[in-house]
């Protein structure tokens, strides 16, 4: 299969997969889903938080919790990343991840939110700063599977 990013972590993006949420809870195929990401636009720009363990600029996302729904870990790792309330989230897909340095295969949902102000951020043990970028200004370092996530995300919802 085609790497479409590697990141620094060795985290290789393989494939992004349009389906419907509904779909996605009833399929055996695509597993184990792990993670959620947040995508949220405001002014035509995009929330990432900077995350101090990682040193870098990266789209709020995280660990599903047990009990949780896919849906429910993004909004709630988007509020413990970046101090944001946002639950009028679309679902985008899910993302498959090869991970080279534990051998193992993980998908990772999308979500995507438009908003029109940024509430303040209150820096917490893993974020220290968010900013709304252009995804063209230099910011040093960003996760490129990070990035390429969005990327098909915006090629397929034009």
């Not at 405001?42 to 996302?61: M, S, T, V």
């Not at 944001?84 to 979500?111: E, L, M």
């Amino acid at each position: 299969m085609m790497v479409l990013a590697e990141n620094k972590s060795g985290q290789q993006l393989l494939q992004y997969q349009i389906i419907a949420e509904k779909d996605l809870l009833e399929s055996t195929e695509i597993s184990p889903v792990t993670g959620s990401f947040a995508f949220v636009r405001c002014d035509g720009k995009y929330l990432i938080a900077y995350n101090k363990w990682r040193k870098q600029w990266e789209f709020p996302a995280g660990k599903i919790e047990e009990g949780e729904t896919y849906r429910e870990c993004a909004v709630r790792e988007l509020f413990e990343e970046t101090n944001q309330k946002i639950s009028d989230f679309q679902f985008k897909g899910v993302f498959k991840i090869y991970d080279k340095n534990k051998d193992s295969v993980k998908y990772r949902t999308a979500y995507f939110a438009e908003i029109d102000h940024i509430d303040d951020f209150k820096e917490n043990d893993e974020m220290e700063a968010i900013m709304l970028w252009d995804l063209k200004s230099y910011i040093g370092y960003f996760d490129e599977v990070d990035m390429k996530m969005l990327e098909l995300i915006l090629e397929i919802n034009k």
